[in-house]
Structure formats: structure tokens, C-alpha cells
């Protein structure tokens, strides 16, 4: 009996810890920019559901050549839009609130771009956002200006 007991104080407990893990946030998503080997991709990482931020990286993906994750700045519960610019040959600038970053697929590299007039280098390519209740890549409208 008390064995039983004992297996059922512990299933109870993991079974308790589920509601709490499922408020952690551990998503990826891709901008493809040209078939599945090369795109720039949004990670974001929230250890415990108690943390505000979230850790954020994006990875400048072109194999076989080269794939690079880079930490960038730390982002709120709630996703913030990330704006994907065209900015030249496998280069894009990304924007997302006050942060501005230029990520190459060329070199795989991503980094922080002062951007000192704040407009886009070229045109919009789309958007990283929430999406029914998840983190996506939707493309910017074809008739943009």
C-alpha cells in the first residue's frame, strides 16, 4: 500500500509541474530565403515561467557553408514584430522595437547595427510575429510600397 502511495505522490507531482513548464516559451522560427538551406531564424528561450524576458538569438543559416547563432538583445513575454529588410547580396537588417541588427548569410554573422537615419535599407521582406498564439514568419504583402 504504501508503495502505491509513494508512486502516486509522485505522479501527482510531475503531473503538478506540467501547467508551469507549459508557460515557458522555446520557440524557432524561419524566414527561408531560399529553400530550406538558407534562411535567418528567431529563437527565443524563457527558462522559467517566472522570467519576463526571454532569451533571444538569430541564426544566419547557409549549408553547407555556414550556420551561426547569435545572441541578441532579450525580449518580453509577448513577442515584439521583428521587421526582415532586404539590405544587399545575403544581407538583411532586422528591427524589432528600438534594436536594429544586420545579419549576413554570406559570412554567417549577425550584429548590432546603430542605423543612425532608423529607415530601412531596402525593402520589406516580411515579419517575425505571433501568429494564432505562436511565433511566425509571415511575408510582407506583394504590393507593398
Same mark, same amino acid.
Given at each position: 500500500?504504501?508503495?502505491h502511495?509513494?508512486? =502516486?505522490?509522485? !505522479? $501527482?507531482? !510531475?503531473?503538478?509541474v $506540467?501547467?508551469?513548464?507549459?508557460?515557458?516559451? #522555446?520557440?524557432?522560427?524561419?524566414?527561408? !530565403?531560399?529553400?530550406?538551406?538558407?534562411?535567418?531564424?528567431? !529563437?527565443?528561450? +524563457?527558462?522559467?515561467?517566472?522570467?519576463?524576458? $526571454?532569451?533571444?538569438? &538569430?541564426?544566419?543559416s547557409? =549549408?553547407? *557553408?555556414?550556420?551561426?547563432?547569435?545572441s541578441?538583445?532579450?525580449?518580453?513575454?509577448?513577442?515584439?514584430?521583428?521587421? &526582415?529588410?532586404?539590405?544587399?547580396?545575403? $544581407?538583411?537588417?532586422?528591427? +524589432?522595437?528600438?534594436?536594429?541588427?544586420?545579419?549576413?548569410?554570406?559570412?554567417?554573422?549577425?550584429?548590432?547595427?546603430? #542605423?543612425?537615419?532608423? *529607415?530601412?535599407?531596402?525593402?520589406?521582406?516580411?515579419?517575425? &510575429?505571433?501568429?494564432d498564439?505562436?511565433?511566425?514568419? &509571415?511575408?510582407?504583402?506583394? #504590393?507593398?510600397?
Amino acid at each position: 500500500m504504501r508503495i502505491h502511495l509513494a508512486r =502516486l505522490a509522485r !505522479v $501527482l507531482a !510531475v503531473l503538478g509541474v $506540467l501547467p508551469v513548464l507549459a508557460a515557458c516559451e #522555446n520557440s524557432a522560427t524561419a524566414y527561408m !530565403v531560399n529553400g530550406k538551406d538558407h534562411a535567418l531564424i528567431l !529563437v527565443r528561450e +524563457q527558462k522559467f515561467f517566472w522570467d519576463s524576458d $526571454l532569451k533571444q538569438a &538569430v541564426i544566419a543559416s547557409r =549549408l553547407p *557553408k555556414c550556420q551561426k547563432r547569435v545572441s541578441i538583445h532579450p525580449g518580453s513575454t509577448t513577442l515584439v514584430e521583428m521587421r &526582415v529588410y532586404e539590405a544587399g547580396d545575403r $544581407l538583411w537588417a532586422l528591427q +524589432q522595437g528600438p534594436y536594429w541588427y544586420l545579419a549576413s548569410t554570406d559570412v554567417c554573422r549577425v550584429q548590432d547595427w546603430a #542605423n543612425p537615419d532608423g *529607415k530601412p535599407p531596402g525593402s520589406w521582406v516580411g515579419s517575425f &510575429v505571433l501568429k494564432d498564439g505562436a511565433p511566425a514568419f &509571415v511575408a510582407a504583402p506583394a #504590393n507593398q510600397d
